[in-house]
């Protein structure tokens, strides 16, 4: 480490609880203001890929998060009513030895990064709002304005108010449930059952809470943000036939869903940064890049952030010059993700007839056919586009096609 910063950094989802563990450990004097009484989860389930879960062993707490998740091998979805397979990816298709992605709890994974944080020292300062970001110092809610900072990190999300730009919804987002593993589902698959692209189901395996909590999965249904009121406003039985219509084998995770509380609405923007630094400020995870969720690279993407900004500040004395190198490290891997989530996310959420039918009739088949398998594979465990120049070959799977990792 060149010299000792204060760090502030504004938000205490994955972004900003990664960036403390890493900053924290490293000597930094870090603080982490969260608006709540008490920090907490916002959120279902989500999967770790492989470039995600190297960042998890870099902080120290990878194995423990192994411990709690669902190994995921396989994403699989039907059309209805054909039943035509439209999405079968599996991560094998990348070698025999290839890692495997992890789906988890999003609470599970809060809690040990939120551990990491406090043990390397990082301090949590709730009931903070932060409004505004000037040189060196935050400005709060309440008027109060605290300062004498190094360094600022916006980890606030794709409502951030440090970045100045707002972040237009998507048409669609979905509502997520947290529900018991129920049903005859493999447990190591994120199935999928679509109408078109204006419908779509999904059932996801995200291990356990805790070790002593039983396995749950992250049940989600696609919904357009202007039809969320109407939804909530019609009896619930309305909503669930619609699903046994579209999915029959879904019913053990309706019956555990009685109310509309029992889920949760999830709004999604696509928007990235020309540049996630300023002066003494630098952007991470959805602050700087957001997407919908199609391709499962928000919370990875959030990660290789966080180390590539560590890595970045430990090689660099100078501040600017540690931010332009975050920068530089990032900058092609999310060009190709954001590229990607937007030209996917119409094939899975959207009122579009014709690019439906191109899914179901043109690409899916094109997918299976080699050596698209490994391309899509690669995608999906974000391996393409330079994750992280500071992740070697050697951290993200030895056995990998050297194609499909950063060099070091």
């Given at each position: 480490?060149?010299?000792?910063?204060?760090?502030?950094?504004?938000?205490?989802?994955?972004?900003?609880?990664?960036?403390?563990?890493?900053?924290?450990?490293?000597?930094h004097?870090?603080?982490?203001?969260?608006?709540?009484?008490?920090?907490?989860?916002?959120?279902?389930?989500?999967?770790?890929?492989?470039?995600?879960?190297?960042?998890?062993?870099e902080?120290?707490?990878?194995?423990r998060?192994?411990?709690?998740?669902?190994?995921?091998?396989?994403?699989?979805?039907?059309?209805?009513?054909?039943?035509?397979?439209?999405?079968?990816?599996?991560?094998?298709?990348?070698?025999?030895?290839?890692?495997?992605?992890?789906?988890?709890?999003?609470g599970?994974?809060?809690s040990?990064?939120?551990?990491?944080?406090?043990?390397?020292?990082?301090?949590?300062?709730?009931?903070?709002?932060?409004?505004?970001?000037?040189?060196?110092?935050?400005?709060?809610?309440?008027?109060?304005?605290?300062?004498?900072?190094?360094?600022?990190?916006?980890?606030?999300?794709?409502?951030?108010?440090?970045?100045?730009?707002?972040?237009?919804?998507?048409?669609?987002?979905?509502?997520?449930?947290?529900?018991?593993w129920?049903?005859?589902?493999?447990p190591?698959?994120?199935?999928?059952?679509?109408?078109?692209?204006?419908?779509?189901?999904?059932?996801?395996?995200?291990?356990?809470?805790?070790?002593?909590?039983?396995?749950?999965?992250?049940?989600?249904?696609?919904?357009?943000?202007?039809?969320?009121?109407?939804?909530?406003?019609?009896?619930?039985?309305?909503?669930?036939?619609?699903?046994?219509?579209?999915?029959?084998?879904t019913?053990?995770?309706?019956?555990?869903?009685?109310?509309?509380?029992?889920?949760?609405?999830?709004?999604?923007?696509?928007?990235?940064?020309?540049?996630?630094?300023?002066?003494?400020?630098?952007?991470?995870?959805?602050?700087?890049h957001?997407?919908?969720?199609?391709?499962?690279?928000?919370?990875?993407?959030?990660?290789?952030?966080?180390?590539?900004?560590?890595?970045?500040?430990?090689?660099?004395?100078?501040?600017?010059?540690?931010?332009?190198?975050y920068?530089?490290?990032?900058?092609?891997?999310?060009?190709?993700?954001?590229?990607?989530?937007?030209?996917?996310?119409?094939?899975?959420?959207?009122?579009?007839?014709?690019?439906?039918?191109?899914?179901?009739?043109?690409?899916?088949p094109?997918?299976?056919?080699?050596?698209?398998?490994?391309?899509?594979?690669?995608?999906?465990?974000?391996?393409?586009?330079?994750?992280?120049?500071?992740?070697?070959?050697?951290?993200?799977?030895?056995?990998?096609?050297?194609?499909?990792?950063?060099?070091?």
């Amino acid at each position: 480490m060149r010299r000792r910063l204060d760090i502030a950094i504004a938000g205490c989802g994955v972004a900003g609880l990664s960036c403390a563990a890493l900053l924290g450990r490293a000597g930094h004097r870090v603080l982490v203001f969260d608006k709540l009484d008490a920090p907490q989860p916002i959120g279902s389930g989500l999967v770790l890929q492989p470039v995600g879960l190297a960042v998890l062993d870099e902080i120290g707490i990878g194995a423990r998060m192994r411990a709690l998740g669902a190994p995921l091998h396989r994403l699989f979805g039907r059309a209805a009513p054909s039943q035509r397979i439209v999405l079968d990816v599996r991560y094998s298709a990348l070698g025999r030895d290839a890692p495997n992605g992890l789906a988890v709890h999003r609470g599970a994974l809060f809690s040990l990064l939120l551990n990491a944080a406090q043990e390397a020292g990082a301090e949590i300062v709730t009931r903070r709002e932060v409004v505004g970001v000037e040189t060196g110092a935050l400005a709060f809610a309440h008027g109060e304005q605290v300062g004498g900072f190094d360094l600022v990190i916006d980890a606030l999300g794709m409502r951030s108010p440090l970045n100045g730009r707002t972040a237009t919804p998507l048409q669609f987002g979905a509502l997520w449930a947290s529900l018991d593993w129920a049903g005859d589902f493999d447990p190591h698959t994120l199935e999928q059952r679509y109408e078109r692209a204006r419908k779509m189901a999904g059932v996801l395996p995200i291990g356990r809470l805790d070790a002593h909590t039983p396995m749950r999965a992250a049940f989600f249904w696609s919904l357009k943000g202007e039809a969320y009121d109407a939804w909530r406003a019609a009896p619930l039985n309305d909503w669930k036939d619609e699903v046994r219509g579209l999915w029959p084998a879904t019913e053990p995770y309706l019956v555990q869903l009685r109310t509309h509380d029992d889920l949760v609405f999830a709004r999604y923007a696509h928007r990235t940064l020309a540049s996630p630094c300023a002066l003494g400020l630098a952007h991470v995870g959805d602050s700087w890049h957001c997407a919908s969720p199609q391709l499962g690279q928000g919370a990875n993407m959030a990660l290789l952030d966080a180390l590539a900004l560590a890595r970045a500040l430990e090689a660099n004395a100078d501040i600017a010059d540690a931010l332009g190198a975050y920068a530089c490290m990032r900058l092609w891997h999310i060009r190709l993700y954001q590229a990607a989530s937007f030209l996917f996310t119409p094939a899975y959420q959207s009122d579009s007839v014709a690019i439906a039918w191109l899914r179901d009739w043109i690409m899916a088949p094109l997918s299976r056919a080699p050596p698209a398998p490994a391309l899509l594979a690669g995608l999906v465990a974000g391996a393409w586009g330079a994750p992280l120049r500071a992740i070697s070959a050697h951290d993200l799977a030895p056995a990998w096609p050297k194609r499909l990792v950063a060099p070091s």
